[in-house]
């Protein structure tokens, strides 16, 4: 006999191996319509520093002193710049969560079952595994890894740390 879950969470990072654990998320959410499914996404930010308009090439004034290449510029330019800049960043990544969650709660509509979305900040699995810990999970669903040989044995794969390091159950979907 299965015990009764009262809080179910399926990981998804917009992968294949993620839309099964979503797949085994709703078909145990219709076993225990009482339970609380949270699809939760991890967001890990990557920050990448560009100067805006035009640096000197060596960064270094006459005199020999060194300047920052990007205090080099009109005032006007790197306005310009900088905020066509910011904004086209900005609308990447709001619209690269807003994907995740638009297609997770599709594919949770497609199994006709209801949840929440949550996303989470940084490393995926201790992100994954803090979020169970806080939120009392029952069950925390991960996609197996697409890493396989070398990069797995270097690297190590999320579902496997999630599954030594969480405080709950871990089902690995394939």
């Not at 060194?66 to 800049?85: A, K």
């Not at 990544?93 to 949770?108: N, P």
């Not at 079952?113 to 029952?138: R, Y």
Request: proline content about 4%.
């Amino acid at each position: 006999m299965f015990p009764k879950l009262n809080h179910i969470i399926a990981a998804f990072d917009c992968s294949e191996n993620s839309k099964k654990a979503i797949e085994w998320g709703a078909s145990l959410k219709k076993s225990y319509p009482d339970a609380t499914l949270t699809v939760v996404h991890v967001f890990k930010e990557r920050v990448q520093q560009k100067a805006a308009g035009n640096p000197s090439p060596r960064g270094f004034a006459n005199d020999g002193f060194y300047i920052e290449p990007t205090q080099v510029h009109y005032v006007r330019d790197i306005e310009q710049n900088t905020l066509e800049h910011s904004n086209d960043t900005h609308a990447l990544v709001k619209d690269s969560l807003a994907l995740a969650r638009s297609k997770a709660l599709s594919e949770l509509r497609g199994f006709g079952v209801e949840g929440k979305f949550e996303i989470l900040e940084g490393n995926p699995a201790e992100s994954i595994c803090s979020f169970a810990k806080t939120t009392d999970g029952d069950v925390i669903i991960i996609g197996s890894s697409s890493k396989s040989g070398l990069q797995k044995f270097f690297l190590g794969s999320t579902s496997s740390r999630v599954a030594n390091e969480a405080p709950c159950t871990v089902l690995i979907a394939k």
